[in-house]
């Protein structure tokens, strides 16, 4: 799947807490990846500390929308820090190696994208449970599944 290391920078990028540095990269996240538009203009109209409530509303407090491929207990084996290791990265240890935007920024660095296709499953039921919650969030998952190949039938 060449060609969506962009996208999932930027997605890995909105998926993370929206610390002082966030708002900044904004503009350059809009124009970088168009389908991720409509979640940039709402962090960019929505004021800095109720985005950061948001944020932790969602994906903190104790809501069902982990941003850890190993919640969702699929069949695929969460990666590992010998993955990025295997691709020339480096982890920060600061989070688990199988949290969705460190996944996303080694798809956008290495154009694998074997690792979010094989957690397919997963990411709709988060992306189907964020659409649920009525989070903007979920324009960021809808815009990642949209370049993954489609779950395989029969499995």
């Known amino acids: 799947?060449?060609?969506?290391?962009?996208?999932?920078?930027?997605?890995?990028?909105?998926?993370?807490?929206?610390?002082?540095?966030?708002?900044?990269?904004?503009?350059?996240?809009?124009?970088a990846a168009p389908q991720l538009r409509e979640f940039a203009d709402h962090a960019a109209v929505t004021p800095p500390r109720e985005?950061?409530?948001?944020?932790?509303?969602?994906?903190?407090?104790?809501?069902?929308?982990?941003?850890?491929?190993?919640?969702?207990?699929?069949?695929a084996p969460a990666p590992s820090e010998e993955l990025y290791r295997a691709h020339g990265l480096e982890t920060t240890g600061e989070e688990p190696p199988d949290f969705l935007p460190a996944v996303l920024e080694c798809a956008a660095r290495t154009g694998d994208t074997e690792l979010l296709a094989e957690h397919r499953d997963g990411l709709d039921l988060l992306r189907s449970k964020l659409t649920d919650f009525g989070t903007p969030y979920a324009t960021v998952l809808d815009a990642v599944c949209a370049t993954l190949p489609p779950v395989a039938t029969g499995r």
């Open 51 to 75: 985005l950061a409530a948001h944020y932790v509303e969602v994906f903190e407090a104790g809501q069902d929308h982990s941003l850890y491929l190993s919640a969702w207990r699929e069949a």
């Open 1 to 31: 799947m060449p060609g969506f290391e962009l996208l999932y920078q930027a997605a890995a990028l909105c998926l993370m807490y929206p610390d002082d540095g966030f708002r900044a990269r904004l503009p350059l996240l809009r124009e």
